[in-house]
């Protein structure tokens, strides 16, 4: 009787780890599965315009020009205002369009830009920006933008950013299973650590 | 004790809903936030800020006056924890737990946040403009002579602002006043060595002898003392130095001391004289005038009168005259007595006649700017004030950090004293006991939203100026720095000097730029130098030290035998100063109170230290309430019983029993100043803190002793580890 339970157990967690992985694996990285909501900010920034591709009319900007902490800090940021100011202030083609000029009026109040946080953890979880983007900028030379995508999905299309990956322990460590490469140049792989004070520290 | 009606029962009751209310609003992953939480960026920032990661800004303990340097981590805008700055001479990188607990004194919630004037029992909120107002028509409708300041220990720019403030007002009265203060010993220092405090040099005494100075826990500058006496314990040519520590009430000195001798409470001269003739019989060389007057002080009457037995006094003796140099050290447990000078000095003798004077006990450096050299306090002063109160000679009284309505004996009887000035401004953080009849209270910003400069009282090596910044934005905008104040009250008087100032931190930066030479700065750009004073936090200067008088005198020389037992005051009171609370103006920062006692390990309450024997004949056990009665007032508390006390002594901790100033010190405790008697030093006329006498009865109920040690208490010394009570010994009826 007990071993017919253990058998049917094992037989149900199987299908379901395989299932999962199906699942995850057909997934292209960069496109949305489980959105957030509409998240109605104050200025509407325009990620596809900064990022986007020049054939569409974006700057290719960097996602770490401005999201400068990324590489060298737990959280990415949001960049300063005075970074946006340095470039706007010599772009005087947009300098009346109603979004700069909100800009400006926070910008000679020394107000910081009350903006809404798109992607949030629960308190007790941890993740580092700087180790994702060291391993997967750096290490692999992936492009910046794929490997920001990872998580926050294709932003160089967006306007206000959006919540494009469900980002629940599930998730990430469906992530964490997979072999990947050391570094751009080893044959070596590793996948990412799956010890739990990884992230609840 | 805390007395509340929040009993067992009900606690248990919150904490089940709690826990349910958590659990439930685990389901929802409700601690997401998505769209709803602000992330807010900074305007303008410098390239090292990074979000995430702590940024570190030099700045200076105020905690207590040694003055440690400090480093406060900084993170998204806030101060998150401190710790020692390295460059500091005094505590080279190292810091107590007091001083940690500096960020509770911060984000305490009890801070005064708004000026408030007095309307019948009520604080009114006004603005700074209107209290300004207010000050100077009263300081102008009154006599010059009849406005005064009482403050605690105070150094630096403020100093010198206050003393301008006062010149400007034409007064010139200023009292310091400190409830804990080694001042007997002080005075006694000055007429033995000619300075008040010299630098003491544990690191290279082979013996350190101290009579209840607890420099490791209270004294002074404890943290830099426990980095000499760790140098002190590594020893020279691996030699390790001898702590030997007297005391009638053993404190965390004595406690790492390799003997501690329980002496009979005032009779610690009277070994040290012992000392000084059994050293004169082994051969040392001692004036023949010394030697003449300690030859009375035999083995057998010293060992009578001190309590210390005959071989006790020999070994010690065979240690000092075997290991040169050696250190002696009076505290404040030889300085509490009538006789106290006497003491002081008779310890002084001893050190004169080892011939540590200029090897152990060096002269200290001289601070090059007097004006910015630290006033220290002490009790004659407040009772100058007093008596001057009792005259009507004080019509404007400015109080910053002191707090006499809680911390001076019950005799001098403030609070009715106070009353008969008819306006009381209080410069506070919180509505302690004095600021509570104060007419008029001004929030001051914490030591971490406020600028200045603080000279130690105690120099490490050569004579430093600290600097203290701030480490974030205030947290109240209705508070101001005292500079900021005084800067204020000086625009009145003397607008031509002081309105190019915009506020104290350009007074502050002017002034230090002004002296740049000396502050080793005279080749640099002003902001070059003002940047790196800033980031350096330390600034040390070039000083002089003047020669100790070195010759050994025992003129004047005159102890008491042992004082006679009083029959209805049997026991004697030591008002513990212990590391956590120390005069209790850091009563409110929970931390202290909960961090345990280092030798009680009690938290949240006070106790009624006493030894097995005195329990005994009292016939009380642990936690027994007692009633603790001198002739000035009765106090109660938990007995908490413990061997390393001498029998004739029972100790109260000071700091707690406040009455007013904040959640987490109203009611904690009992306030053992208030049961102190009137006895003063002789020469000084300090209080006698040791001389209160007292009777102990029980009170009835009995409680279980909240501590960190197990319930066996302390026979751990037997290392009978971590005892159980059997649980059918347990009245759960006594539970409280």
Known sequence: ?201 | MIENSFNRRDFLKVLGWGGATVALSGCGNTSVEDGREYVTSYVETADYIIPSIGTYFNSTCAQCDAGCGIMGRVREGRVLKLEGNPDSPINSGKMCGLGQAGVQAHYNPDRVREPLLRNGDKGEAITWEKALQLVSEKVASANPGSVAFLTGGVSGHVKVLLKNYLDAIGSDRHYVYEAVAPSVVRAANKKAYGVEMPRLRLDRAKVVVSFGADFLGTWVSPVHFSRQYAKFRKGVNGERGVLVQVESKMTITGANADRWLAIRPGTEGILALGLVNALSAAGLTVPAEVAAAVKDYTLDRVSNDTGVSVEHIGKLTALLKDRSPSLVIAGGAAEGYAHGSQNAAAVALLNQVLGNVGKTVEAPASMPFPQMAPITGNRSSLQALNDSIAQDGVKVLFNCGANPIYSAPASMNMKESLKKVPFKVAFAHYMDETAMEADLVLPLNSSMEDWGTVVPEYFAEGAQLNIQQPLMEKLHPGTLGMGDVLLALLKQRRPAEYNGYEDYYAYLKNAMVAIKGALGGENEDDDVFWDSVLSQGVVKLTSSSNALVSSASAAGLQLPPPAAEDGTYPLRLIPAVTPNMRDGRHANEPWLQESPDPLTTIVWDSWVEMHPKTAAKLGVVEGDIVEVASKNGAIKGQVYVYSGIHPDVISVPLGYGHEAMGRYSKGVGANAFKILDPVFDQQTGELAMYETRVKVTKAGKRVIVVKDEGPAGGNQSGRRIALRMASGKVNLAEEV
């Open chain 1, 1 to 201: 009787m007990y071993r017919f339970l253990r058998l049917s157990v094992l037989l149900v967690g199987l299908i379901a780890a395989v299932g999962s992985v199906a699942v995850h694996a057909a997934q292209p990285l960069t496109t949305a599965d489980d959105l957030g909501p509409v998240v109605d900010q104050p200025i509407e920034f325009p990620h596809d315009r900064h990022a986007g591709d020049a054939a569409k009319g974006g700057m290719q900007i960097n996602c770490m020009y401005c999201h400068t902490y990324a590489r060298r800090s737990n959280v990415a940021g949001i960049p300063p205002l005075q970074k946006c100011i340095g470039c706007h202030r010599s772009i005087e083609s947009v300098r009346e369009t109603p979004r700069i000029k909100k800009l400006f009026e926070y910008w000679e109040a020394k107000k910081p830009v009350p903006w809404k946080k798109v992607h949030d953890l629960p308190d007790f979880v941890r993740f580092n920006h700087e180790r994702h983007i060291q391993r997967f900028v750096f290490a692999q030379e992936k492009p910046v933008q794929e490997a920001c995508g990872y998580c926050h999905g294709d932003v160089k299309t967006m306007t206000v950013a959006r919540r494009q990956k469900p980002l629940s322990m599930g998730w990430c460590v469906s992530c964490h299973q997979k072999d990947h490469p050391v570094s751009a140049t080893s044959t070596k792989t590793t996948h990412g650590p799956n010890d739990c004070w990884q992230c609840h520290k």
